[in-house]
């Protein structure tokens, strides 16, 4: 199974459409999740923190479910400056240099967006 | 706003050179890592560092590969003896006062070897 793994996509709506992202990872001791967002050959570009609890930024809602490991994000009333690829990112602590680690972060394959007008 | 900086953008060299990448990550971070993306595939953790000293690498992460913070400021990647395979998109990556805050990508270094 791969550690994280999103909708393969692509996703072509027309402006305005609300979009949902899907994701699960395999880890259960992953602590911290991230949606980014990454246009073509760019680099990764935070979009949100995903807590338990839910969170909205604007038009973008992230949730996260620990006990099924799954993270989603929904966008709404999307823009053409939508349009991208969604990372689901996970940060595990693990270790294997001898000491303590600080935290790795695991990327899904990303999902690509395209908003037309 | 406080961004990661990487120099070169673009790198080309022979196979079997050595290549430095550099990085300038956010100046209050104190976590800094190094990715990579070979082109049309996902990106890849490499290594992360911390109070001076590798903290965690990945399989990819051999003994060609090494990483150094010579001073308060800069960060760099060296690849001692390129492969064709070692194309790739390289992104430094820093976060802030804890492991599991955010982490901030670099413009990245495109690394191309011929």
């Known amino acids: 199974r791969k550690e994280v793994e999103q909708d393969p996509g692509p996703f072509n709506v027309p402006e305005g459409a609300t979009v949902a992202f899907n994701c699960t990872y395999s880890?259960?001791?992953?602590?911290?999740f991230f949606w980014y967002r990454q246009d073509c050959r760019k680099e990764p570009k935070l979009l949100m923190s995903v807590y338990s609890s839910g969170n909205e930024d604007g038009r973008f809602t992230a949730q996260l479910n620990r006990a099924s490991q799954y993270i989603s994000l929904l966008i709404r009333d999307s823009k053409l400056s939508d349009s991208a690829t969604y990372l689901c990112v996970v940060n595990t602590r693990g270790g294997n240099a001898g000491g303590t680690s600080y935290g790795k972060l695991t990327f899904g394959q990303g999902t690509i967006l395209t908003v037309h007008p | 706003e406080p961004e990661v900086t990487q120099t070169p953008s673009h790198q080309v060299t022979q196979m079997g050179q050595e290549v430095i990448l550099r990085c300038v990550p956010i100046s209050n971070h104190l976590y800094f890592y190094w990715y990579r993306q070979i082109l049309g595939q996902k990106v890849e953790f490499l290594v992360s560092f911390y109070n001076n000293e590798i903290s965690e690498k990945s399989e990819i992460f051999d003994d060609q590969f090494s990483v150094e913070r010579p001073d308060g400021s800069n960060f760099t990647l060296k690849i001692r003896s390129t492969k064709l395979e070692d194309s790739a998109m390289y992104f430094c990556?820093?976060?802030?006062?804890?492991?599991?805050?955010?982490?901030?990508f670099g413009p990245g270094t495109r690394l191309t070897v011929l």
């Open positions: 990556a820093s976060s802030g006062r804890e492991w599991n805050n955010e982490q901030f």
């Open positions: 880890n259960s001791a992953s602590q911290s």
